[in-house]
């Protein structure tokens, strides 16, 4: 019976079963290949024109400030932390990036160095002071998960909310790892997000960054934002059932299912995944039975044989979910209260030795189950 309540949901990939902090590994932010919202690095510089918007530089190769010199040739934040970043890249240092904020305009200045100072003080000379020089990825971790306000509010800077949901920012990002202006192309796609996205993103990083980049603590912060706060009527067996038909990584099609349960299965679905997260899947068996939904026929004794053949991997969440849907409500209520026995007294039981245990253990449980 060890197995019995084995409910860890591996479909969900990012939402669930994420590292704690940078480099990859799945998580809120993370997309398949390992990436995340700290591979804010640009390869190459960009300038902003009068309009706001960045245009790119055509110069190629490590730019490192040299063109940029002039006081107030950088308009925006981005071009002056992607500067910074350039002329940082080779060699770390607390003055690196010196020249690139003397070229600051002034409108720009105080997000720049706001974003600069606390990449100075938190990762510089804390979490990658071990290194020398610091590597990039150190660097660009670290900026993630201690500095996500500043970041964020540089990507913002005299921009103006877009059409799309939140949602559409984690697979945007993605995206943008493949593109030579990284940068320019992570703050375009918080910069397409309307303003509720935006509020829900903001809810998602101020979460990741109060915990330490442990996104396991944001979950219900991180469904938020997959699914642009929607509901509708689903319960929470039809939201695991649809979530585990989604590929590994694929984050659209995770919010898409959260988005399409009740309001009561949504809960219900944080609920089983922050026991998981807090206490481990076999300390979860209450709130699994009730996101399984039992309206099915099926007594008790045949829900726990069904429930002992799910054997172990990735299908063993699935398929205990589907052994308890099919159980009467009654017979549920029954198993819930075997289960936590068997699994206290009979955990390593193998084939006629669990009733055995069962009869000299757990008898009146397993009575109760033997009638319902």
Sequence with gaps: MRQVIVVVLTTLGLVACGTSSGGGGGGVYYGA????????????????????????????????????????????CIASSQCAINACQASWSASCGQ????????????????????????????????TTPPT???????????????????????????????STILSCLTNCNSDPERFTCQAACYNAVNTTGEGQFKTLTDCVSANGGDTNKCVKESLACLSDGKSGSATCYDLQACMGKCAAGDTTCQGACYGVGSASAQTELLTLLNCVTASGANACLAPTITCATPTG????????????????????????MDCLHKCSASGAQAFAKLAPCMQKNCANCTGSACQSCATSKCLSEAMNCNSN
């Design 33 to 76: 290949d390992g990436s995340n919202l700290s591979d804010v690095t640009p390869t190459t510089d960009s300038a902003a024109g009068e309009d706001g918007k960045a245009t790119t530089d055509t110069k190629t190769g490590a730019d490192v400030a040299t063109d940029v010199v002039q006081p107030g040739s950088l308009k925006t």
């Design 99 to 130: 020249t690139c904020a003397n070229a600051t305009a002034t409108a720009a200045a105080p997000t720049a160095a706001a974003l600069l100072d606390c990449t100075v003080k938190k990762c510089l000379q804390g979490k990658c002071a071990g």
């Design 136 to 166: 990039q990825k150190c660097m660009d971790d670290c900026t993630s998960s201690d500095c996500p306000n500043e970041l964020v509010a540089c990507w913002a800077q005299g921009s103006t909310p877009g059409s799309k949901g939140c």
């Design 297 to 320: 026929s099926v007594g008790c004794i045949d829900t726990a044989t069904c429930v002992t053949g799910c054997g172990t991997g990735a299908t063993q969440a699935a398929c205990v």
